[in-house]
């Protein structure tokens, strides 16, 4: 029997299961769905710093994703791909490697809905922990020799819709901000990323290739968790499908979700801890009726297209797609603190069109995650219903707006043949001088997401029944059972994902080895 089993291997769940093997005498399994693989072994679609082939090629999605996800991103429109990581280091091995920090203020609002333990002060030092950051590594509130590099690319070395949107912002009246990861951390700014000189740096090869030699730890790729074994209301084991090896159950004294925001909740669900009706619906036992898959969200983003003057167009494969961003508090709608983005696309696949595009880094629409199937290898059914609360609609006009005066900038428009919405003849001033309503019918028609999928199994305080796990990570009323990745989160942390989901996983497995270390050895025994 294993002393912790950690299903998934990707932002969080490489983080905990490296923590948890530190302690020799505990025997730690991690399961991932995907590859198992080795950064001697990286291919290129992994290593480069244009994530654009890993995401959007179909052989790359089949090699390194779910092929099969889809999601609605707003009610109206149809179901699209949505991008998710399958193998050890999962969506931080694809993503864009954005390295933002969550938002002092957003941990704030997490402890004051309950979740004790989560405050800034708490948190903000694990940002510190995870990160070794070439350039302000040595600064107070920053940290060095951490497991994930934290690099910020020269400004010579950026595309020309990175140059256009600094100098445009710039001459907007935004305010240049030298280190998005500071305290103050606002304004026109070069995105910090995992990267160690442009080369990807994924939780796989930062937390999980220094530590494999490890005698307690055992790790297994193409390792499809079905669900959970459950026991006189206690998580005991789990069922797993091994590529070409069959299925197995394997026991363990606690069981730890950090599979996702899309199939943690899965998991659970095909357990029997969810909502009850929905369950029932399907033939599943209850378990444990939960709000489980209630309460996703994610970022919206619209996008319009810059077709760039010839010599302006990126030609090298591995040219990085974005560089800088103009974060900003909109004041509106009580946002908050930095709730808003504009981000450059200096291409969208090499020989394509850039963009420049707008999103929410505090979105108050919920939407809705459930079981399209029992069957572990049919994804959920995502309905992320973006826009739906007027708050975060008012601020998105209020960023077309913003962009439209940016994009007039001689410094972007100079090196456009045009700027357009996406697939129309309409440029953006055209766009932001229409009536509201119809502002936000193009808005809705046309507004993606940043793939940054969260709280679909969300945390609240111990004595409140209205979320799905405590402040700990333990599943409410379940024993020996853990969620810790990005689907806990109970608000929006106002950056993108990644770096605030592998400290969700720091933090928690720091929580079991405190309690770990508190448990006298017939108190454990008792476990």
């Known amino acids: 029997m294993y002393d912790v089993i950690v299903v998934g291997g990707g932002s969080a769940g490489a983080a905990v299961a490296a923590r948890l093997s530190e302690v020799g005498s505990q025997r730690v399994l991690l399961l991932e769905a995907g590859l198992d693989w080795r950064a001697a072994d990286a291919p290129w679609e992994i290593t480069t710093a244009n994530p654009i082939p890993i995401i959007h090629q179909r052989e790359f999605q089949e090699k390194w994703q779910w092929p099969n996800l889809n999601a609605r991103r707003i009610a109206g429109q149809e ?69 994930l590099p934290v690099y910020r690319a020269p400004p010579d070395t950026w595309g020309p819709i990175d140059r256009g949107l600094r100098d445009a912002a710039l001459a907007s009246g935004y305010a240049w901000c030298e280190d998005l990861n500071g305290p103050d951390g606002e304004g ?79 998991i659970l669900m095909r357990s029997g801890i969810g909502p009850g009706d929905e369950l029932k619906a399907m033939n599943i036992a209850v378990e444990r009726d939960l709000p489980v898959g ?25 040219t990085r797609h974005t560089n800088c961003c103009v974060t900003y508090s909109s004041g509106l709608a009580g946002g908050g603190k930095r709730d808003m983005i504009l981000i450059s696309f200096n291409h969208r696949g090499i020989g394509n069109p850039g963009a420049i595009g707008a999103g929410l880094y505090n979105a108050y629409s919920r939407g809705t995650l459930k079981l399209a199937s029992t069957d572990p290898s049919v994804d959920p059914i995502v309905e992320e219903n973006m826009l739906a609360d007027p708050r975060d609609m008012l601020r998105m006009v209020d960023a077309v ?59 609240t305080g111990f004595n409140d029944s209205n979320g799905v796990v405590n402040p700990d990570g333990t599943v409410k009323g379940i024993a020996g059972l853990r969620v810790a990745d990005a689907s806990i989160m109970p608000a929006d942390c106002r950056a993108n994902t990644h770096f605030t989901t592998v400290v969700i996983g720091e933090a928690i497995a720091r929580m079991m080895l405190r309690r770990n270390e508190a448990a006298t050895p017939a108190a454990a025994l008792a476990e």
């Open 79 to 147: 179901q699209r791909f949505y991008w998710r990581g399958k193998g050890l280091g999962g969506s931080s091995m694809m993503n864009g490697q954005i390295a933002i920090r969550g938002v002092a203020d957003a941990f704030d609002e997490w402890a004051a809905m309950g979740c004790t333990g989560w405050s800034a002060e708490q948190v903000m030092p694990l940002f510190s922990v995870i990160e070794d950051d070439f350039e302000f590594g040595d600064k107070p509130g920053h940290g060095r020799g951490g497991p």
């Open 294 to 318: 209630k309460h996703y969200f994610d970022h919206p983003l619209f996008r319009a297209t810059i077709k760039l003057r010839e010599e302006f167009r990126p030609t090298d494969r591995d």
């Open 188 to 266: 026109v700014a070069c995105y910090p990323i995992n990267s160690r000189y442009l080369r990807r740096i994924s939780t796989n090869e930062g937390y999980l290739e220094p530590i494999r030699d490890r005698a307690n730890l055992e790790i297994r790729g193409f390792a499809l968790v079905d669900r959970l074994v459950m026991r006189d209301g206690r998580a005991t084991g789990v069922v797993v499908h091994f590529d070409g090896q069959g299925t197995q159950e394997i026991s363990a004294r606690e069981i730890v979700l950090c599979a996702g925001a899309i199939h943690s909740p899965a």
């Open 401 to 459: 707006k913003r962009l439209a005066v940016i994009t007039m900038q001689p410094a972007l428009a100079g090196i456009a043949d045009w700027i357009r919405l996406t697939d129309t003849d309409m440029t953006l001033p055209q766009a932001a001088a229409l009536p509201t309503s119809e502002l936000e019918a193009v808005l809705r028609r046309d507004t993606g997401d940043i793939q940054h999928a969260a709280g679909s199994c969300r945390m």
